[in-house]
């Protein structure tokens, strides 16, 4: 059996994850910070197979070794999904308050690479780091400099450590519009209904999951339908 933590797997693209790779046999260590909803995604995801929830921030060490310890002596994959959009909506850069600029960049950069070293010494040859990222961490979208820079960042880190890890398959993945919360928070008071569930990205995430891509950036939506 294979092991996978996801984080900010209570709803959205890492829930829809979450039950493809349950459903496939892979056993889980989920977090998210709404111990409310998480709850309830872990009762879902118990009845396709074996998950431990475990409520906390990302950017909190001790929750970081929480998931770490759960997922046991060997985590094949990991699976950098938990975000923080910052304000909606969003400000320009000249307004951007910098003590919440630190905490976006705490739960989209710092934290990912926190858990990765953690789990660095636990993850076999061929396994697995999904970093999830947006086309805002390549587009410079005006009024999108906190999210997007963070993102870059992440981007970034994932480009490094695919040279530093090369026993390792480390995936940047822009999961494309979704129809989620977040998406929604982003557009205050518009009409998403438009954008696609989060559940039409999985596919491509599975087949690097799967499948013998190399390391690199990769698009979800050019990659559903596509074997490696």
Do not use: C
């Amino acid at each position: 059996m294979h092991t996978a933590i996801i984080t900010g797997a209570s709803r959205g693209l890492g829930l829809a994850l979450a039950r493809a790779l349950a459903r496939d046999g892979w056993r889980l260590v989920v977090d998210a910070r709404g111990a409310e909803a998480l709850d309830r995604a872990a009762d879902e995801l118990g009845r396709l197979g074996e998950v431990t929830a475990i409520a906390g921030d990302v950017s909190d060490p001790e929750h970081r070794r929480a998931l770490v310890e759960a997922a046991g002596e060997r985590i094949d994959l990991l699976v950098n999904n938990a975000s923080l959009l910052g304000p909606s909506p969003q400000p320009a850069l000249a307004d951007y308050p910098l003590d919440v600029l630190e905490r976006v960049y705490s739960v989209n950069v710092l934290a990912p690479l926190a858990l990765i070293q953690l789990a660095l010494p636990r993850m076999p040859e061929g396994g697995r780091i999904l970093n999830i990222t947006s086309d805002a961490g390549v587009e410079a979208y005006e009024g999108w400099g906190g999210y997007g820079s963070s993102k870059a960042a992440l981007e970034q880190m994932s480009a490094i450590l695919l040279g530093e890890q090369p026993q390792l398959r480390v995936y940047a993945v822009d999961p494309g519009d979704m129809n989620t919360q977040m998406h929604q928070d982003a557009f205050p008071g518009e009409d998403i209904s438009d954008r696609p569930p989060p559940e039409d990205s999985v596919p491509g995430l599975i087949t690097l999951i799967d499948g013998d891509h190399p390391s690199g950036r990769y698009r979800a939506h050019d990659l559903a339908g596509v074997t490696a």
